[in-house]
């Protein structure tokens, strides 16, 4: 049976005036990949630093591996690694030099220590640039060379920040594929991030915090499903979305919402129907209240 790696009640963080976490609930299965999607501000990146002790919270709880946050600081730091939104790399060291340092620092023997560099740069194919100095790098080597870092001491829990944002297509795939593989070693992985694209793709739980709460969560696929089961578009003469409804799928529906439209469409308009999207998803969750209440009740669900 799958034991929880991350347990949140009730967690909520102000700063002054501001409400950023309202009381945040959530559980992450020990080896899953979970995504926290939302906008900017909604609070990921204050909720990362306080799972991994970078900030207290006001109140509520949190484990991480099953130690409380608050209480077992040691434990939750011996059991986490952490890569932020910004590289904390040197650039004026190699990779290789980078690796190795960390290595020494978190108390691995030399011969460990190149072992492990020679490992890592390895999986995150940064072998024929490993004695180039990191300011050369590109964007999504110095990503990949900032989770390998992260990884130099391999811990149970790697939270990611943000960790693709500001990479390229090509960039954001191969690390997406990095991500899968330490997944199958085991390692649970929380993610924030604002392309839903990336927690469509990789994440098996999503949660979508909005307005310091968490207003759904779920697989891609139920969040979805959430949406409606087809969505119908409404193109202007140039291809151009002007109107996208959610619908159950069913003729019923469909028919009804096309009679509905009745003479609003311009003449030239065309009509496609198509699945929902992570987009629809978040769009409807993020910017209505009345969705965000509704879909409450689907977190309730997807926790049972
Ligand atoms: N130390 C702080 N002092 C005051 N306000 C803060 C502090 N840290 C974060 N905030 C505020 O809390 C809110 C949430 O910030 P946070 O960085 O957690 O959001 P985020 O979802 O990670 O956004 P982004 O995607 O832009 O990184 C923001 O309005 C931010 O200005």
Redesign the pocket.
Known sequence: MNRNAIEIRGLRKS??Q?T?LGGIDLTVQEGTIYALL????????????ILTTL?DADAGTAKVAGYDVATERNGVKRSISLTG?FAAVDEMLTSRENLTMIGRLSGLTATETRARTAELLEIFDLTAAADKRVKTYSGGMRRRLDLAISLVTECPVLFL??PTTGLDTTSRRALWDIIMQLKSRGITVFL?T?YLEEADQLADMISV?SGGKVVATGTAEQLKSRVGGEVIELLDEHDNVVMSIPTSGSLHDVRQTLNGLGEKAAPGTRVTIRKPSMDDVFVTLTTTSTAASAIQTTNEEAAI
């Open positions: 700063y002054g501001q950023v939302g906008p900017n501000g909604a609070g990921k990146t204050t909720l990362i630093h900030t939104q920040d943000e924030t604002q915090i």
